[in-house]
C-alpha cells in the first residue's frame, strides 16, 4: 500500500519511519524546505535528488519527499493519508477527512482496545511509564506511544502496531497541542490529565484557551483530575487524584502527584493493591526526567524542566546555590519566562548553556532585562557545564534543567560515571 505523509515535523518523521518500518511505500511533503530528515537515516548514496527554483525532491525505491510543495494529485491518489497534528485545523485536513482516506477512518481495529490518555504540561511521560509498569506487572500487554516530541513513537505507529498483534491496552501520551487531532484519532476510555502550566502559549494564545481546549476534549470522557484543578469539575464523569502518598525514589512533590494520577486510574481498572505500590516504590526515573545525584558537598538535581511552571514547582521545595539552564528555541518566547522564575529564587549563580537552540545571547538580555544581578556563567559545550558543576560541588545544592532533553541526558549520564568515581 502506498500512504501520504502530509508536514514532516517531529511527528511526520515518525510516521514515515514506522510505514517504511512496515513495508509501506511512502509519499512525503512538506511546504517548507529547510527539513531536518538525520532521523529517517536515508542513505545518500541509494538516492535521486531533483531541485527546480525552490523545489527540492528526494526519491529512492519505496519513498519519495516532496520539499517545497505539495503534489495534491499524488496525495489523493495514494490509499491511505496521515497528517500531521498542526494541519488539523485546515482546510487541507478537511478535504482528507471527506475523502475518507486518513489513515484512523481506513484501519480501525486499535480503537477497540481499551485506550488510555494521558495530557497536560508536565509528568505526561512519567505518569505514562509508572502506569505501564504497573499493568505489565498485572500481567497486562501494554501497547505505548503518541507526542512524538516526548520520546515514544508517534500516533501512527500504534495503529500499525495494533494492526500486526493484540493487545490489552493502549496508552497514548497526547501533547496539549495535539488535543483536536488525538480526539479524532483515538476513541479513548479515560483520559488523566498531570497539570496546567505555561507553555506552548506560541500555539495556544493564552491559558484560558488553553483551558478550552482541554474543555472541549474532556467532553464525553472519564477524566482523572488533580483534586487542585477545581475548574474541571463540571464534568459528571471527574475523578478527583492527590498527590501518592507511600515510598517513590522519584523525588520532587510534582512526581509524588504523577505516582498519584497512576495509582488511581490502576485502582479504577481494580488493579491489586499490592503490585500499584510495590511498581511506584521501584520505579526508576526515566531518562532526562529530573534525577538526583551526589557529588562532593552537594547535590545535584537534574531533569528536563522546559516551563516556568516546571522550574517554580521543584524552586519552591529547594533553595539552589546553582542553577544552570537550557535555551529555548528563539521563536518560543514563552519558554524564555523560565529565566524570570530562576530570577525571582535569587540563586547565587545562573550557568546559561545551549538547550534547543543556542540562543544564549537572548538569555542574557532576559536576564539584564528583569535586573538579575546575581553572578552569569556561560557554558558552551558538556565539558565547560560539569568544570562548572564541579566549581559549585561544595555548595549544597546544585540544579539543572531547562530546555533541551538530549543535552539534559548527557549532562546526566556524566554526572553518573563522576558520582560512580567519587564513591
Known amino acids: 500500500m502506498r500512504t501520504a505523509v502530509i508536514g514532516l515535523g517531529v511527528e511526520g518523521i515518525k510516521a514515515i519511519k514506522s510505514l517504511l518500518e512496515n513495508d509501506w511505500d511512502v509519499y512525503a511533503t512538506d511546504l517548507k524546505t529547510d527539513i531536518n530528515l538525520e532521523d529517517l537515516e536515508i542513505s545518500y548514496f541509494d538516492v535521486n535528488f531533483f531541485t527546480e527554483n525552490d523545489y527540492i525532491t528526494i526519491s529512492n525505491d519505496n519513498l519519495i519527499i516532496d520539499l517545497g510543495f505539495n503534489d495534491m494529485d499524488t496525495i489523493f491518489t495514494c490509499d491511505a493519508i496521515v497528517l500531521s497534528p498542526s494541519l488539523w485545523n485546515t482546510q487541507l485536513a478537511k478535504g482528507v477527512i471527506e475523502s475518507g482516506k486518513h489513515i484512523s477512518d481506513m484501519f480501525t481495529d486499535y480503537k477497540n482496545i481499551f485506550t488510555i490518555g494521558i495530557t497536560g504540561t508536565n509528568g505526561k511521560t512519567t505518569t505514562i511509564s509508572m502506569l505501564k509498569e504497573i499493568l505489565e506487572n498485572s500481567g497486562k500487554k501494554v501497547l505505548i506511544g503518541g507526542n512524538a516530541g516526548g520520546g515514544f513513537n508517534g500516533y501512527c505507529d500504534i495503529l500499525l502496531k495494533a494492526e500486526k498483534e493484540n493487545y490489552d491496552i493502549i496508552l497514548v501520551e497526547v501533547c496539549d497541542m495535539t488535543l483536536a487531532y488525538c480526539d479524532y484519532f483515538f476513541d479513548f476510555d479515560i483520559i488523566g490529565i498531570t497539570n496546567i502550566g505555561n507553555d506552548h502559549m506560541d500555539v495556544h494564545g493564552s491559558i484560558e484557551n488553553y483551558k478550552n481546549s482541554l474543555i472541549e476534549f474532556f467532553k464525553g470522557k472519564t477524566v482523572f483530575v488533580d483534586n ?29 502527584l504523577n505516582a498519584g494520577l497512576a495509582s488511581e486510574i490502576a485502582k479504577y481498572l481494580e488493579l491489586d493493591d499490592e503490585i500499584i505500590n510495590k511498581t511506584l516504590k521501584n520505579f526508576e526515573a526515566i531518562e532526562g526526567r529530573l534525577k538526583k545525584f551526589r557529588l562532593n558537598d552537594s547535590e545535584i538535581f537534574i531533569g528536563k524542566t522546559d516551563n516556568s511552571n516546571a522550574v517554580k514547582s521543584l524552586l519552591d521545595e529547594k533553595y539552589f546555590y546553582a542553577i544552570f539552564i537550557g535555551t529555548p528555541r528563539v521563536n518560543e ?63 549544597n545544592s546544585i540544579f539543572i534543567g531547562g530546555n533541551g532533553q538530549q543535552a539534559i541526558i548527557e549532562i546526566q549520564e556524566r554526572l553518573e560515571a563522576l558520582s560512580q568515581v567519587s564513591d
Do not use: C, M, W
Request: glycine share 4%; charged share 25%; proline share 2%.
Open 228 to 256: 487542585s484543578l477545581k475548574e474541571f469539575n463540571q464534568f459528571s464523569d471527574v475523578l478527583n487524584y492527590n498527590q501518592y502518598k507511600n515510598d517513590l525514589k522519584v523525588v520532587g512533590e510534582f512526581n509524588k
Open 333 to 395: 518566547e514563552h519558554r524564555f519566562d523560565i529565566l524570570n522564575v530562576v530570577s525571582e529564587y535569587n540563586p547565587e549563580v545562573i550557568v546559561l548553556f545551549p538547550g534547543l537552540d543556542d540562543t544564549i545571547d537572548y538569555a542574557l538580555y532576559r536576564l539584564n532585562s528583569i535586573g538579575y544581578d546575581g553572578r552569569i556563567e556561560i557554558a558552551n559545550n558538556l565539558d565547560e557545564i560539569i568544570r562548572f558543576v564541579a566549581e559549585y560541588s561544595h555548595e
